[in-house]
């Protein structure tokens, strides 16, 4: 992954022509400011930017195409025929021929973390098939980078270890001198060498962080084995290899933006800043937007899960303080529960495979009841990490509860994860105003989803996994947010992989397999665009402003090398974003 790239010259034309599209719009006509035909162009009338001759899928209300594109500023000021784009051009106009290419508005991100990123992606990507390869990527990492004092990587995939759990002595093969420190997938486990247990002074006698949530595996003996769960118990490792320091954690979260860009991620819904304190947090992302390194829009949560903690007076702070710019906060989420692995997600008539498991709400529901009245008070957007449907459905009824207290006003609750929704609740998320969000980048039998899930929910719930399609078609809201860089098998931000899967419910790159659902289930492509666009700007509470390419709208644009609608369905993570527009300035060209 490159993450030097840098920004070129904004005046090259954009090539390679595509022809029209197959899923038939509504209408072909947006709204459009067009000025008349013929007319002179007054400095102050004129476009900074001028796209012509593509096709630009609007995401309106209508699902219009346009052909052309004018933007002045940090707005987009003409939608319509390249007549009328041309009559706004200027002296200092740029003017950018699509040249029949696909134009859509910037992606906008419904479940992001800003944060992470920068403490957990250090090192190799070690996502991979089998330990086989892991274990080859790791050994080529050491051996090309003698100079590391320290060998880290991420993205090890639970699935791998086959039932039993990784040891220190599997890496001590690889490397023993040096420590070597692996984040696992989901975020929440880490895998250590000896030398790494040595140097935190992790043995025998030390205690665990949180007795059964957060510790260390141990042998018979009680001898650390190198598996380290949850993050209280990980951080005692890596804090002990490395300074978490504030400067290491901005460099760490600066490097991902170019990336972010290069995808066509223009703005995202952040659910949670972690490992920094909260006020370093806030301050770490304000600098970025003064240094203009934050080449996206931020709106941000604040992330509840103690319930010891009030976090209304610190979310009402954080939404007060932050209105304006490209760093916004407005939410609080809720951690309502854990995930089917563990046997920790909430489920409505409970677990296939261990009908005895009774799990808990992270929080108690009557403490989550209080603070949510109390928060849309404030009139802060409540949402909700709600994993399984009885979490869901508590959650909504949160919603309702909240709605009956308080005075009425444009709440956006939003229900993330949800990989299942009782039936009797979709058609809720229209009558609450509620989103459904959920990860397109899960929506297929991986290893994960078709192994672990079905033991747990059996086989009547796995065929209404992921419900976005029936939501939809009960006139919800439906968004698409990737949750990276935490996953279940696959960490990865890139919304075209997202708009795939939930296009076609299988894995990228393997047609042949069995459709997650059935092909019921699936998506549209217009769907899919809109859901990680307009849907997760819905979401946020911002699609006045952005997630659509409409007059009066921020200039968030992007522009693809392939038609989404021509192609098969199946190649769409194929297709390259060429061009990424936030707030009126080009933030990636792909010729450059």
Same mark, same amino acid.
């Given at each position: ?59 309106? !209300? ?5 052909? $052309?594109?004018? &933007? =002045?500023? @940090? #707005?987009?000021?003409?939608? +319509? ?125 030390? !205690? ?5 949530? $957060?510790?260390? &595996? =141990?042998? @018979? #003996?009680?001898?650390?084995? +190198? ?138 529901? @009557? ?144 047609? @042949? ?80």
């Amino acid at each position: 992954m490159d993450l030097t790239k840098t920004l070129g010259s904004i005046l090259t034309v954009l090539a390679l022509a595509l022809a029209g599209c197959s899923e038939k719009p509504e209408s072909t006509a947006p709204a459009t400011n067009q000025p008349a035909p013929g007319a002179s162009t007054s400095a102050a009338e004129s476009a900074d930017f001028v796209f012509t001759n593509g096709k630009v899928y609007t995401v309106d !209300k209508e699902n219009s195409w346009a052909q $052309a594109v004018a &933007v =002045r500023g @940090d #707005e987009i000021v003409y939608v +319509g025929d390249d007549a009328g784009a041309k009559a706004m051009v200027g002296e200092n106009t740029k003017e950018i021929d699509l040249d029949g290419k696909l134009m859509l508005p910037g992606f906008v991100e419904g479940h992001f973390h800003s944060i992470t990123p920068g403490v957990m992606l250090r090192g190799v990507n070690l996502q991979s098939e089998s330990m086989e390869e892991l274990l080859g990527k790791l050994k080529e990492y050491a051996e090309a980078n003698p100079d590391l004092e320290q060998i880290h990587g991420w993205g090890v995939r639970p699935n791998l270890y086959g039932g039993k759990q990784p040891t220190a002595a599997m890496l001590d093969k690889i490397e023993s001198e040096r420590p070597v420190f692996l984040w696992q997938v989901d975020g929440h486990s880490a895998w250590a060498n000896s030398k790494a247990l040595e140097m935190a002074g992790i043995t025998k006698d030390t !205690k665990d962080p949180v007795p059964d949530v $957060a510790y260390f &595996v =141990r042998d @018979d #003996e009680g001898n650390p084995t +190198g598996y380290i769960v949850e993050v209280p118990a990980v951080l005692q490792v890596l804090n002990a290899l490395q300074d978490i320091d504030y400067d290491y954690v901005k460099e760490g979260v600066a490097q991902w933006y170019p990336e972010y860009s290069k995808a066509g991620i223009t703005a995202y819904h952040d659910y949670g800043l972690g490992f920094l304190s909260n006020d370093d947090a806030v301050r770490l992302m304000k600098e970025l937007e003064k240094e203009g390194t934050l080449t996206t829009r931020f709106y941000g949560s604040y992330y509840w899960n103690d319930a010891n903690i009030d976090p209304v007076p610190i979310a009402k702070k954080w939404r007060d303080e932050n209105r304006t710019g490209l760093v916004q906060f407005n939410a609080l989420k809720i951690n309502m529960d854990g995930d089917d692995d563990k046997y920790s997600a909430l489920l409505v008539g409970g677990y296939s495979d261990k009908p005895d498991a009774d799990p808990k709400p992270i929080i108690p529901f @009557d403490v989550i009841n209080d603070v949510a009245v109390r928060a849309d008070k404030e009139q802060l957007h409540l949402i909700c990490h709600c994993f399984g449907d009885l979490a869901v459905r508590k959650f909504l009824d949160t919603v309702e509860l909240a709605k009956e207290k308080n005075p009425e006003w444009d709440r956006r609750p939003v229900a993330s994860h949800a990989i299942l929704v009782h039936p009797d609740d979709y058609p809720r998320f229209k009558e609450l105003n509620a989103t459904y969000d959920t990860s397109g980048q899960w929506m297929a039998l991986d290893p994960y989803t078709g192994n672990i899930t079905p033991e747990r929910i059996g086989p009547e719930r796995m065929n209404r996994l992921f419900p976005i399609k029936a939501i939809l078609e009960a006139e919800g809201n439906v968004s698409l947010g990737s949750d990276f860089p935490a996953a279940a098998y696959i960490s990865d931000f890139r919304p075209l992989n997202a708009i795939t899967q939930a296009v076609t419910r299988q894995m990228l790159g393997k047609p @042949d397999m069995p459709i997650l659902g059935g092909e019921d289930m699936r998506l549209t492509v217009g769907q899919a665009i809109r859901a990680n666009t307009y849907g997760a700007a819905y979401g946020i509470g911002v699609e006045d402003k952005i997630g659509s390419i409409e007059v009066g709208k921020k200039a968030d644009l992007i522009v693809l090398d392939q038609n989404l609608f021509e192609i098969d369905p199946h190649d769409i993570y194929k297709a390259n974003v060429t061009f990424t527009m936030m707030d009126g300035e080009v933030r990636y060209r792909g010729d450059q």
